[in-house]
């Protein structure tokens, strides 16, 4: 199967700091990626679309100042978490689909655990 | 968006098969139903995907009634490794994903 790839798989963090975590599709273009997170013992929960070429689409209660999306290739997304506080450690997963034709697979990447200290 | 409902949690016994139902009344008549597996600290897995009747795989089933109101992911002779979150969801279009609650499937040896 497709494969996304996130990098880093974990980061610490010093309060205040803003961190940067990538998401790539490794052997296909995605238009169209999207970012979840998953607290402990809870579900994903989706934060945010990620459209080539254009701005983020966030879901509601979702601080678009907060959670910065660039989706500057078709390859790659990144999503920047600024001055980031303790409440926002958590998992952080992206996903991408080969196209945007109906129920394709969507593909997982493997996530990215973020601690902030 | 047809919201799911699973139940929170399942014990099993390596060998045994086992049956995780899906409710959801109210899918739509382009939605597709999909089902995921999650390991802890990992991104969610594709298991299987159906629109109606039975799907299998190398690795499971899935049986869609009629009425499309539920969907049940069967899983044969699970083993240890089995031992994660499954989730159902309704799909149309888009590929943008809003996961339930999820099943937690404990497989004991």
């Known amino acids: 199967g497709a494969v996304v790839s996130q990098h880093p798989s974990w980061v610490i963090c010093k309060s205040g700091t803003s961190v940067k975590i990538e998401c790539r599709s490794l052997d296909f273009q995605a238009t169209t990626m999207f970012w979840y997170r998953q607290f402990p013992k809870q579900s994903l929960m989706l934060m945010a679309t990620?459209?080539?070429?254009?701005?983020?689409?966030?879901e509601q209660g979702v601080e678009k100042d907060k959670f910065l999306i660039n989706h500057a290739s078709l390859t790659l997304s990144t999503l920047t978490v600024t001055s980031a506080h303790p409440e926002d450690s958590s998992f952080y997963i992206c996903?991408?689909?080969?196209?945007?034709?109906?129920?394709?697979?969507?593909?997982f990447g493997q996530g990215t655990r973020l601690t902030v200290v | 968006l047809a919201k799911t409902t699973q139940p929170i949690s399942m014990d099993s016994y390596e060998g045994q098969e086992v049956n995780i139902t899906c409710s959801h009344n109210n899918i739509a008549t382009n939605d597709y139903i999909t089902w995921y597996q999650q390991f802890p600290s990992q991104g969610p897995r594709f298991i299987i995907q159906?629109?109606?009747t039975k799907v299998t795989n190398e690795v499971a089933s899935l049986f869609i009634p009629a009425d499309r109101k539920s969907s049940t992911l069967s899983l044969p002779r699970v083993s240890l490794s089995d031992t994660a979150v499954y989730y159902c969801?309704?799909?149309?279009?888009?590929?943008?994903?809003?996961f339930g609650s999820g099943t937690k499937l404990n497989v004991k040896p």
């Open positions: 159906g629109y109606k």
């Open positions: 969801l309704v799909i149309y279009n888009f590929n943008k994903f809003y």
């Open positions: 996903s991408a689909s080969r196209d945007s034709r109906v129920n394709t697979e969507a593909f």
């Open positions: 990620s459209n080539e070429g254009s701005k983020a689409t966030y």
